[in-house]
């Protein structure tokens, strides 16, 4: 029928604007979170990656994803091209109209990237970033999605993941590790004399807290648009129990971490507070739909120490996570998958892991190759008077606060 046609396409344009919005969320958290010498990169690098994976997802990535799967390894790298032929001769069995399916779905390519960005600021030099995400946005995402999404190998194998906590966040995280461990750590975070990591104040907690309120906003699109269709009473009822689900999570996860910063550092720490609100939304996301709303608080609760005890993780190997991505998308996104298995019938512990453990070699090898070549080839990171001084004087030539870069107060006239 033309009405649902026509409900199910508007839903999606407007579940993917919600979470297109979820990349201004990405930006403020980032630039929050950085010191303040290198806010400007981060905003280049925020509206560079979503703009990359709009082409990329175009003019390779879509097709590679979606066209002629077939239970395979990937489709067709080939440009798409909107077909809504059908509809417009009273054929209205796809759903939905197919740019409003393709922008759904681009959108979520450029989450991915997003999580790099953060995890790597501060010494990664802006070109080789750049380049990395085309290859991200264009081939390595789309790949894996198509193994599940697509109909590949892996869905028949039995993988659930409704929204993406591998095949989004964990995908992020496996590139972002990668990166983190060829890049290296900030000066000073980790050179201290006692050997313990130092932290690194970034420039502004109500951006951070303004960017997750947002990426928490964008959630709802992001997961409740993954049921693709709004205009029948099941997936009206589904969507309000995905949105339900999806904030509770959140919830479960921020007071988690709340509590556990209090009990192990005597004091809230703010940032882990706002991290795990995102763990609890990575967890849910494989599987928002089946789990009670006491069970989707537990799946949240547990995502929320998962990615404090990732954080302590990362700092014990030296490991220099920004924002904290890693431990929000890929640790998080690992559970989340896991705990698919809690509430679906169809799925196992087994395809589950299977799925996890495929998807994270694929792209963590792919991943570190291309860091490793690019670092060979032209450099990856700033050099050290470089980093100094900031990404936004060495790179850009401008300062994104009018204040000074060692200490964050004003600078004086």
């Not at 703009?51 to 003019?59: D, P, Q």
């Not at 869905?155 to 993941?161: C, H, R």
């Not at 970034?202 to 303004?210: A, C, E, R, Y």
């Not at 994104?400 to 870069?405: E, G, M, P, S, V």
Request: a neutral charge.
């Amino acid at each position: 029928m033309e009405i649902p046609f026509v409900i199910n396409t508007l839903f999606l344009l407007i579940c993917g604007a919600m979470v297109m919005f979820m990349a201004a969320g990405f930006a403020m958290l980032e630039a929050g979170m950085v010191r303040s010498k290198s806010v400007g990169v981060i905003l280049v690098k925020n509206i560079s990656l979503y703009a990359i994976a709009s082409l990329m997802f175009y003019l390779v990535g879509y097709n590679l994803m979606y066209l002629g799967v077939d239970g395979g390894l990937f489709g067709t790298p080939s440009l798409w091209h909107p077909d809504d032929s059908a509809a417009l001769a009273g054929d209205y069995s796809a759903g939905y109209a197919s740019p409003a399916g393709w922008f759904f779905q681009m959108v979520f390519v450029a989450t991915a990237a997003s999580i790099v960005s953060g995890a790597l600021a501060e010494r990664i030099k802006i070109w080789p970033f750049l380049a990395f995400v085309a290859l991200l946005t264009g081939f390595i995402y789309p790949i894996t999605g198509s193994w599940v999404w697509g109909e590949g190998w892996l869905s028949t194998f039995g993988f659930k993941d409704f929204a993406g906590s591998t095949l989004v966040h964990s995908v992020g995280g496996w590139a972002a590790l990668a990166g983190a461990l060829l890049l290296g750590a900030r000066r000073g975070r980790f050179d201290s004399a006692d050997g313990k990591p130092k932290a690194l104040p970034g420039s502004s907690l109500p951006q951070v807290t303004i960017g997750t309120f947002i990426l928490w906003f964008g959630w709802f699109g992001f997961n409740g648009g993954s049921q693709l269709a709004i205009a029948s009473t099941e997936d009206a009822l589904a969507v309000a129990k995905i949105f339900a689900n999806t904030n509770m999570a959140a919830a479960a996860g921020a007071i988690t971490a709340l509590a556990l910063s209090q009990a192990l550092y005597k004091k809230i720490d703010v940032p882990m507070v706002l991290n795990g609100a995102l763990a609890g939304l990575v967890a849910i996301t494989a599987g928002p739909l089946l789990p009670s709303l006491a069970l989707a608080i537990y799946i949240g609760a547990v995502g929320g120490v998962v990615m404090f005890a990732a954080t302590l993780l990362l700092d014990k190997f030296k490991i220099d996570d920004v924002v904290g991505a890693i431990p929000v998308h890929l640790a998080s996104g690992i559970w989340g998958t896991l705990a698919v298995a809690l509430t679906d019938p169809e799925a196992s512990f087994a395809i589950q892991a299977l799925g996890i453990f495929a998807i994270g070699l694929f792209v963590f090898i792919l991943s570190f190759g291309i860091w490793f070549a690019m670092k060979m080839a032209i450099g990856i990171r700033l050099h050290w008077s470089q980093e100094k001084l900031g990404g936004d004087m060495s790179e850009l030539g401008v300062r994104a606060y009018n204040l000074d870069f060692e200490d964050n107060t004003p600078l004086k006239a």
